[in-house]
Each structure stands twice: as C-alpha cells, then as structure tokens.
C-alpha cells in the first residue's frame, strides 16, 4: 500500500493455518440470483444520505461502475453483478471468494489498477458505487461526475452499523430491500456466533504490517479492520491512534507495544514472503517474541474492507487468533 493509503488487495493466507482459507459462507455462486428489474417502471426517486453529502438516484441505475473488489464482490453477494459495466483495483485484488468467482469473473474489466477520468467517462456508466480512495485530490472529482449525470455512492464506512447502511441503501436503489436485509441478518449471525465463541478469551495484541520502509505502515484506531480484528478477539496495538485511519510508526514503537501476532497484508510488491523476511531481518522487529516465535498471519485487503466479508473475515481471523478454540 505505497500510494493512496489503502490501495491494495490482499490474500488470506495464514502461515500457521493454510487451512482457514476454506472458511467461507454463503452458498455456491451459481445460486446467488440476478436483482430483480421487474418493477423499475414505478421506480421512485430517492435522496441518500452518503456520509455528509446528498446522493440522488432518480430512475433504477442501469450502468454500474463498481471501484474497488470489496464494491464489485458487495454486488454480486446481492444478485446485482448484470448491473456492472466496469470495476477498477483488480492488480491488488487476489480472487473473489469461490462463491462469487462464476459472477465476479464476468464483471467488465474498467482499469486494472485506479479509474481514470477517461475511462469513466467513456464508460456510459449511470451510477457509481466506489471507495472512497478513488475520489477527491488524487481521484474523481465528485462534483464532475455529478454534472455529467452519474450519480456516485461512496463506500466509506467504519463500523458496522455503517456497512450495513450502505448495504441497506443499496436495497433501496436497486428495489432487493429483501434481499439487503436477509444478507445483513445473515452477516450479524454469523458475527455473533464467533463472539459469543469468543466470550471468555483474552484478545491477542494484534500488529497490522501493511509495510515497511521508514516505519511500519499500519491502521489506526478507526480503521475498518481494527473493528474486524476486535470482532475476531484480537485487538490492534495501535487502537489508541484515532486521528488517522493508515499511519506510518517507528520500529520502536512497535516494539515496545509488543504484539503477540503479526497480520501481513499480502499483496502485488513486495510478496508477502519478501516482507515476512523483510520483519525477520529487522533489527528492531526481529527482537519481539512473535516474530521469534514466527507469529505470522496475512489477510486480503478486500477482505478488511467495507463490503461482504465481514463475517467471513471475523470467522477466519478468530481461527487465526484462537486456534485452540477451533481444532
């Protein structure tokens, strides 16, 4: 995650546990449904709140541009991947989850990497749903698209209750209130079982290592994945930042929280076994006892971004951290 923060999709692949990457939920992807255009006719216009600023769908959006593989993936977990014209971010992507693999495959490819303003715009895209690190200084001009009639919904959440909002919204826009629903309870179901699991263990201090270089790049307090890894029973040592989401700290503050397990983001460049060695050559890092002692997990991106994996990102991480709970 060099440039724009979050902007790289990762594995799930955990040394100490290959075997949590056949956690998933959900049934298999040729059961997961089209959205249901049937009664687009009556559609009746809708005016969202998208964290602070207004969002206005006046008729059932027909060409979706989908901005990051937590965006595309949230659409086809809700039947709406026939809606797609493009995604962008799939160079930091490393494969949808096998259930969604027959629909995600399909999706028109936009840009490999980030969206360009060309290929928006040439796009004929009516609607778009994307992180919000595709916007603003260094992306899309909100305010452009707008004026060129396509109407643009963040996905920016934090919590929980504000994934599900998105989720919840894009009920509303897409007439699958049902549907939305039905996921959402689904995902609050099968979170509160791993808590409850959960309920008299400790948390592990948890290390998110995004990068190195001049520090270690990692998440903040507010982070999306800080809530993922505390619902999954661990918690990230460096919860107690909360003026940033992604921030860069030294080696020696690392060192002296003292996690007890390392998460890698495992992504294009560097491998993650280049920044596994990269940890274990460190003077600073290879004197902790987890590295010692080679505490090491690594998660996708997309799978601690705001989308349709936070249970299945809580089930595999509480395995990561509590093994023992698990056998």
């Given at each position: 995650m060099k440039k724009r923060g979050i902007k790289k999709s990762l594995a799930l692949i955990f040394t100490a546990a290959m075997l949590l990457t056949a956690c998933s939920g959900g049934g298999g992807g040729s059961e997961i449904p089209d959205g249901d255009s049937s009664s687009e006719g009556d559609y009746k216009p809708l005016t969202l709140d998208n964290y602070g600023r207004e969002a206005v769908v006046e008729t059932m959006p027909q060409n979706v541009l989908t901005?990051?593989?937590n965006c595309s993936e949230l659409f086809v977990a809700l039947g709406l991947s026939d809606r797609i014209v493009g995604n962008t971010l799939d160079n930091h992507s490393r494969g949808p989850l096998p259930e969604y693999a027959e629909f995600y495959d399909k999706i028109p490819e936009l840009n490999y990497g980030s969206a360009t303003r060309e290929s928006v715009i040439s796009s004929g895209a009516d609607f778009i749903y994307g992180i919000d690190w595709?916007?603003?200084?260094?992306?899309?001009?909100?305010?452009?698209?707008?004026?060129?009639?396509?109407t643009t919904y963040m996905n920016s959440a934090t919590t929980l209750d504000q994934i599900y909002g998105e989720i919840t919204d894009l009920g509303k826009i897409f007439k699958i209130e049902d549907k939305a629903q039905a996921f959402i309870g689904e995902q609050k179901e099968r979170i509160s079982a791993v808590e409850e699991k959960l309920k008299d263990q400790e948390p592990v201090s948890v290390l998110v290592y995004d990068s190195g270089g001049e520090?270690?790049?990692?998440c903040g307090?507010?982070?999306?994945?800080?809530?993922?890894?505390?619902?999954?029973?661990?918690?990230n040592v460096f919860d107690d930042i909360t003026d940033k989401q992604w921030v860069t700290v030294s080696y020696e503050e690392v060192l002296k929280r003292n996690p007890d397990i390392i998460i890698i983001h495992d992504y294009d460049s560097p491998s993650l076994e280049e920044k596994i060695n990269a940890i274990k050559?460190?003077?600073?890092?290879?004197?902790?006892d987890c590295v010692k002692n080679e505490k090491f997990g690594a998660i996708a991106l997309e799978s601690v971004l705001?989308?349709?994996?936070?249970?299945?990102?809580?089930?595999?991480?509480?395995?990561?951290?509590?093994?023992e709970l698990f056998k």
């Open positions: 901005l990051g593989p595709e916007f603003g200084e260094e992306g899309l001009d909100l305010e452009e698209l707008n004026e060129m009639g396509i520090g270690v790049f990692t307090g507010t982070n999306f994945e800080t809530m993922l890894v505390e619902k999954a029973g661990g918690r050559n460190d003077p600073v890092l290879s004197q902790l705001p989308g349709d994996r936070m249970a299945y990102t809580v089930e595999t991480l509480s395995k990561t951290f509590h093994p």
